[in-house]
């Protein structure tokens, strides 16, 4: 308890003393100093800035170019809600000859992306035209330059490519750079119509159809186990394989073929983008993601929060499975006594209040104080990071071996988060028994999660659907009222199956 009142404090301290969001900067303020480097012999800068938000770079009174900042021209919100401020340079061949990522409150560029993977991303742009067509991870695609993307960073890169893109081409079509482009307009674009917006949206879903296919039928089979649960679960060998190659689907599609491990980030950011103005773009830009997000929107209302935890979440199926291996190995684990283990579920809750605080004042420091969680170690980066972040990953994974979970249900803010949506669960799936609890505790035994009551009931917050119970609950080897009534059915049998006695009556004849 002293371990969660420092970590407590320690959140808190940093939500109060956190810095306020930087000021986006802007184009009137640049100094040409700062774009010295793009253009060789550059003497001066237009002091007037031109609509809607560039400035000339001059030689002796030579344009060589212009300056802009892309999140001034094409105001894309990214997956923190606010937009990259990207300082961008196109000379008079509406070639891009500068481009550097100036601010931005992106967790992932904070905490997940090295510098020089950054700058190996931006630096792709370098001499591309404005009009050329640029799409990330694209590179065979017929009428498109494709460029890499940032590992670990799909959402960002793409959000960067198409601010990058749209602002460059914009301000060339504005300037009439240059006339000899085939097919290159002079006349301002037509805003876009709904149809386009539509089409544009498609685009990365095309782009990603394998993987769009295979998570949804992936989702298809979940909702199969989840809506004919009762059948399955009277077949204990059929479930726990069906549950087995479910978990090792979800840890190396979903996490590491697709990276489409849920943070707390995501609801952290969805909460931004409704604060700073709601817009699909973003967040169909990533169809794995988009398609996690909306099958647990629905999940939660019928099942509650356990179908992701229990299910669809990578770094809990490793856990999941690492125990199980455990089990089967016979290493000995340990639970916390009844009444520490009910008070160390309130960390995460706390955890979660801490982060939401934090983030309304600062996403960025929310982000990096989100490494709480081990995902962005253990799945998006493959490990590959600093020793305190191994360190740290690797401790929990280890005391998973010992105990169920034990991230899942003591730390984890984002199951904290889902935890208060499911309260509004519409439908109760799970079966109990009046001697449940009373005296039965044999299904309080078996969960790892330790989320059910002395007396019998479920508590739905902590429950990760994963329906070791309802396996129990129709085993009549296990289920002390089955075990009974299959005891009793059996001595009925052998009552029945038993050889009658014969009696054998001896008769004599008088002589």
């Known amino acids: 308890m002293e371990i969660f009142r420092w970590l407590l404090s320690a959140l808190l301290l940093l939500a109060a003393s956190s810095a306020m969001a930087l000021q986006a900067p802007d184009i009137s303020t640049l100094r040409l100093e700062q774009i010295n480097l793009w253009f060789e012999g ?51 061949q509406a070639r891009i000859v500068g481009l550097q990522i100036v601010q931005h409150e992106e967790p992932i560029l904070v905490v997940g992306v090295k510098e020089e993977d950054l700058k190996r ?18 590179a065979n695609r017929p009428g498109y330059v494709g460029i890499d993307g940032i590992s670990s960073a799909t959402i960002t890169a793409m959000v960067l490519n198409r601010s990058i893109m749209q602002s460059a081409k914009k301000v060339a079509q504005l300037l009439n750079w240059p006339s000899h482009i085939e097919n290159f307009s ?22 990603r159809l394998p993987t769009v296919i295979t998570i949804t039928l992936a989702l298809v089979l979940l909702l199969f186990i989840l809506f004919f649960q009762d059948w399955l679960v009277r077949r204990p060998k059929v479930f726990n394989v069906l549950r087995t190659g479910y978990l090792l689907f979800t840890v190396v599609f979903i996490g590491y073929v697709f990276s489409a491990q849920l943070s707390i980030v995501n609801i952290l950011a969805f909460m931004q983008t ?77 955890i979660l209040i801490a982060l939401v605080g934090i983030s ?49 249900k003591y730390l984890c803010a984002l199951g ?23 005296p039965c505790q044999a299904c309080a035994a078996l969960c790892q999660n330790g989320a059910i009551k002395p007396t019998g009931e479920i508590i739905d917050t902590e429950c990760h659907f994963c329906l070791e119970c309802q396996v129990a609950y ?4 296990v289920c002390p009222p089955l075990v009974e009534k299959r005891k009793r059915r059996e001595k009925r049998a052998q009552a029945r199956n038993r050889p009658a006695k014969v009696k054998i009556v001896e008769s004599s004849t008088d002589s």
């Open 274 to 350: 409704l604060a700073h103005g709601f817009t699909w773009d973003t967040l169909m830009l990533d169809p794995a993601a988009f398609l996690l997000w909306s099958f647990i929107a629905t999940s939660i209302l019928l099942w509650g929060r356990g179908v992701f935890c229990g299910w669809l979440c990578p770094f809990g199926a490793i856990q999941d499975l690492i125990h199980d291996l455990a089990r089967k190995l016979k290493i000995p684990s340990f639970e916390f006594p009844s009444t520490i283990h009910q008070r160390l579920w309130a960390i995460k809750y706390f």
């Open 121 to 138: 991303f931006t630096d792709q742009y370098i001499h591309l035209f404005a009009l050329d067509k640029v799409r990330v991870d694209a």
């Open 42 to 92: 550059a003497t001066a800068l237009d002091t007037q800035t031109s609509s809607p938000g560039y400035r000339l770079v001059y030689r002796n009174g030579e344009v060589l170019g212009a300056v802009f900042y892309s999140h001034q021209i094409t105001p894309i919100p990214a997956y923190s809600g606010k937009p990259i401020a990207t300082l961008m340079a196109i000379d008079t």
């Open 474 to 477: 129709w085993d009549d080897h």
């Open 360 to 408: 309304l004042d600062s996403f960025s420091t929310a982000a990096t104080m989100a490494e709480v969680e081990p995902f962005k170690t253990v799945i998006t980066l493959k490990f590959a990071r600093e020793w305190g972040y191994v360190a740290y990953a690797s401790s929990l994974l280890f005391i998973g071996i010992f105990n169920s979970k034990f991230f899942c």
């Open 186 to 207: 002079v006349v301002p674009e037509k805003p876009p119509t709904e149809a386009d917006r539509w089409k544009e949206r498609l685009e990365p879903w095309l782009d």
């Open 416 to 438: 904290a988060g889902l935890s208060i949506l499911g309260r509004f669960r519409i439908f109760d799936w799970m079966r109990r028994r009046n001697e449940c609890g009373k």
